[in-house]
């Protein structure tokens, strides 16, 4: 499957140009961010990740789908002893340790990865090219404050249209900047993100929950939205209030990814009852993830 993309190589320089399109745009979009080296180590440490934890007790506790919580559409997980790292599987898929060859093709989401291979503390920690961009784009010293590899095996589901700050709690909206890298070739039918152009200066919009926080569908104006296609080591850079989402991967490839959002080190971590003040509609009405879970109750 090739990928025809629209967007330039890296810029190793945040340019008055390139803020004002953020700014204006709520992204960023960029080809060859990583080398071919790193793209191919990320995906054999992806790989040794996986198979290390799977059905190891010395390194993880297997959660069934049956005992999940209900959210994130209740696929099984395999849980790290030392450290926060989890990955789970697709729903509907049961792994067995009598069928781990074929695990990792049914794995939909890493979390919490960076400090398990030193591919990834060198990306999401350390990356010479990337980090001090975001670093200008926020204004001085910046923070981890998630990560994700998101896998989306072919059969993957959608993830639907939301705002990532809806599911955070940080004072200043601005001040958080989510990063995705493509590990594989990114495009519409394999899953790659779309995004509502300029989205982000509607401000926060009401989610609901489901099988997963989304905004509800009279928030949305489809005539902005744009698919943002990617080669292996491609980065898409974007205001964690611009709404997106990723469509089901109907091709018979996969489509890996690393996310991570960073925040500046002088935009705090507030209470859940602070952020309900500030991501709101115009109402006065909260619109976050964790508001909609109230909504449910």
Not at 68 to 95: C, H, I, L
Request: glycine share 6%; aromatic share 10%; charged share 25%.
């Amino acid at each position: 499957m090739a990928v025809e993309t629209p967007f330039p190589p890296f810029h190793d320089s945040f340019t008055p140009a390139l803020r004002k399109q953020y700014e204006e745009d709520g992204f960023l979009a960029f080809n060859h961010a990583l080398s071919p080296g790193e793209v191919g180590e990320v995906r054999s440490s992806i790989s040794e990740l996986i198979r290390s934890h799977a059905f190891n007790a010395e390194l993880s506790t297997f959660q069934a789908r049956d005992e999940a919580d209900g959210t994130n559409y209740s696929g099984a997980r395999f849980n790290s002893k030392t450290s926060d790292f989890y990955f789970q599987v697709e729903p509907g898929y049961t792994p067995s340790p009598d069928r781990l060859d074929e695990l990792e093709a049914h794995v939909r989401k890493l979390t919490w990865f960076e400090n398990e291979a030193p591919i990834f503390q060198h990306i999401a920690l350390k990356h010479p090219r990337i980090l001090p961009l975001l670093r200008e784009l926020l204004g001085g010293e910046i923070t981890i404050y998630q990560s994700m590899g998101l896998l989306k095996p072919p059969g993957g589901v959608m993830k639907p249209w939301h705002q990532d700050n809806a599911y955070f709690r940080v004072e200043n909206l601005d001040l958080m900047v989510g990063v995705w890298i493509a590990i594989d070739e990114a495009a519409p039918d394999n899953g790659c993100m779309h995004v509502w152009k300029g989205g982000h200066r509607a401000g926060p919009l009401k989610h609901k929950h489901t099988t997963d926080c989304e905004i509800l569908p009279d928030r949305l104006e489809s005539a902005n939205v744009v698919p943002v296609p990617l080669e292996p080591g491609g980065i898409l850079i974007f205001h964690s209030t611009l709404p997106h989402f990723t469509p089901p991967n109907t091709s018979d490839q996969r489509r890996r990814a690393l996310q991570f959002h960073y925040r500046a080190v002088q935009n705090p971590i507030i209470s859940r009852e602070a952020f309900d003040r500030i991501f709101v509609e115009p109402d006065g009405k909260p619109a976050s993830c964790h508001a909609a879970m109230q909504d449910n109750f």
